[in-house]
């Protein structure tokens, strides 16, 4: 039979059958995405600098997991007020690794550190599960701690981490789940011991985390013409959860009298046309727009771990720029900018931004709120004479407007508001990899965002005239 250890009792608890398929089909788990891979990465980061935080502690470092039990028990006897890193414990055959294991007063603080910036509801059973099988194994645990990142805090720079981390005791909150935890180890032996759960997939599939059995569990529905999913219907989620109880999927068959809200039954209409809409108004509002139209988009890096200095955990940190310029005689010029280096790039950045964008005229954005918020941020830090918004700035220096962006998220109530959510939803045509999850959700292969972005600039003639434009620009929007 095999051993139990924290994640294996996690798994279990959030499905039987997930823990069986990872014991013993295991094959049948997609290799790490990106995303998952940079969870891990942000977790295993915050745990050297937690580590770093207590200088003069030992890393129990043996991947073997018997020989970490016995560096372990070791190093408990040769100095037992040492800090303990990834310390092992092992009881009723449930192993454990301790994030760190500090002394204390009287016995031991256990201390689980987290990247996320509070206490999440999953992380109570994982301290739980240390706890028990670290005292059933006897040591005297005298407080259990989680420690997540505190985001109010700020790098000041020469691997200075004090304060990153908060530690937050939930020796409360853990009382009333340490008498359940044999029904776990016990539940989950009987299930690695039976056959393969019958289970069907359901909201547990993606809570706390979602399966990587999910495609075998739900197996990707073969799309063989395109569709139009109800999802597609603008702030509509819970209209759509309940049309799709009614039995519809596809946007196209929901009978007309089921949608009262006109912007939903312009998509709808678009759905079934299988064309775009633009709003008459909103032709004419971007028609009357000034040139030169900047078409800016950027990137941004958010690091768990501060990595500049004057930055906080998570903070978005631009990295990359590209701004198409559009001239009244229809030409179109391009400037970019790429960060390289370990330095930090935000005024680099900026100030290359802003020499970009020497002349006054409509800024184009993919999200109004999210681009406008850095750019403030960013000359407020190394070029406060500039201005973003509504209003033209003093100085040379400014990038002015009324932006399509600003009449986006301003106006809400303007042809163009409206208009820019009536494009017909993108069909789905993605038989291996959009797919529908149990709870409902179709699934997305991330690329589909970007994907209109991305034409428009690699394309052989980006942004080529203006009826493109705005199409394009409205697409990428909505
Ligand atoms: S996909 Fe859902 S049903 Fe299948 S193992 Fe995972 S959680 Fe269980």
Redesign the pocket.
């Known amino acids: 039979m095999s051993g139990l250890s924290k994640s294996r009792l996690l798994a279990h608890r959030?499905?039987p059958?997930?823990l069986w398929?990872q014991v013993h089909k295991p094959i049948l788990a997609p290799a790490f995405d990106a995303a998952t891979q940079a969870r891990l990465d942000s977790g295993n980061q915050v745990g050297v600098i937690a580590r770093a935080l207590h200088p003069g502690g030992l890393l129990i470092e043996a991947a073997d997991l018997r020989q970490a039990l016995r560096d372990t028990a070791e190093a408990l006897l040769a100095q037992p007020t040492r800090p303990l890193f990834e310390a092992t414990f092992e009881h009723g055959g449930v192993l454990v690794r301790l994030d760190l294991l500090l002394p204390a007063a009287d016995g031991y603080r256990l201390i689980e550190v987290k990247s996320s910036t509070s206490i999440k509801d999953y992380h109570l059973p994982d301290a739980a599960v240390q706890a028990w099988v670290a005292r059933q194994a006897g040591l005297t645990i005298q407080e259990v701690a989680i420690g997540h990142i505190d985001n109010g805090f700020v790098y000041p720079g020469n691997g200075d981490y004090r304060g990153l981390l908060k530690e937050v005791s939930v020796d409360a909150e853990i009382q009333p789940l340490l008498g359940d935890i044999p029904q776990w180890v016990a539940g989950a032996r009987s299930t690695l011991d039976g056959g393969e759960p019958s289970?069907a997939?359901g909201p547990?599939?993606e809570t706390p985390f979602p399966?990587p059995?999910?495609e075998y569990?739900a197996p990707p529905a073969i799309a063989t013409e395109p569709g139009y999913s109800v999802d597609d219907l603008p702030r509509g989620k819970s209209l759509a959860e309940q049309l799709r109880t009614e039995g519809y999927d596809d946007l196209r068959d929901v009978p007309v009298d089921r949608l009262t809200n006109p912007l939903h039954q312009r998509v709808q209409a678009c759905a079934q046309n299988g064309s775009a809409y633009l709003d008459p108004q909103a032709k004419a509002i971007l028609g009357n727009l000034p040139y030169p139209r900047f078409f800016i988009d950027f990137e941004t890096y958010a690091p768990c771990v501060p990595i500049w200095p004057g930055t906080r955990p998570y903070a978005q940190v631009p990295f990359q720029w590209s701004c198409h310029v559009e001239s009244v005689d229809g030409g179109l010029s391009h400037q970019a900018y790429l960060a390289e280096g370990p330095d930090d790039p935000r005024r680099p950045f900026t100030e290359s931004l802003l020499s970009a964008v020497r002349e006054t005229g409509p800024v184009f954005v993919y999200n109004a709120a999210f681009e406008r918020s850095r750019l403030r941020e960013m000359t407020g830090l190394y070029s406060p004479t500039w201005r973003f918004g509504s209003t033209m700035s003093s100085g040379a220096s400014s990038i002015c407007c009324p932006s399509p962006a600003s009449i986006i998220t301003t106006r809400s109530s303007t042809a163009l508001g409206r208009s820019r959510r009536s494009c017909p939803p993108s069909p789905r045509k993605w038989p291996t990899k959009a797919w529908k999850s149990?709870t409902g959700r179709w699934r997305r292969p991330p690329s589909r965002k970007y994907s209109i972005p991305r034409r428009l600039k690699t394309g052989g003639r980006p942004y080529a005239g203006r009826s493109w434009i705005i199409a394009g620009w409205i697409r990428w929007l909505w």
């Open positions: 959030q499905c059958k997930r398929l289970i997939p547990q599939c399966c059995f999910l569990c149990p």
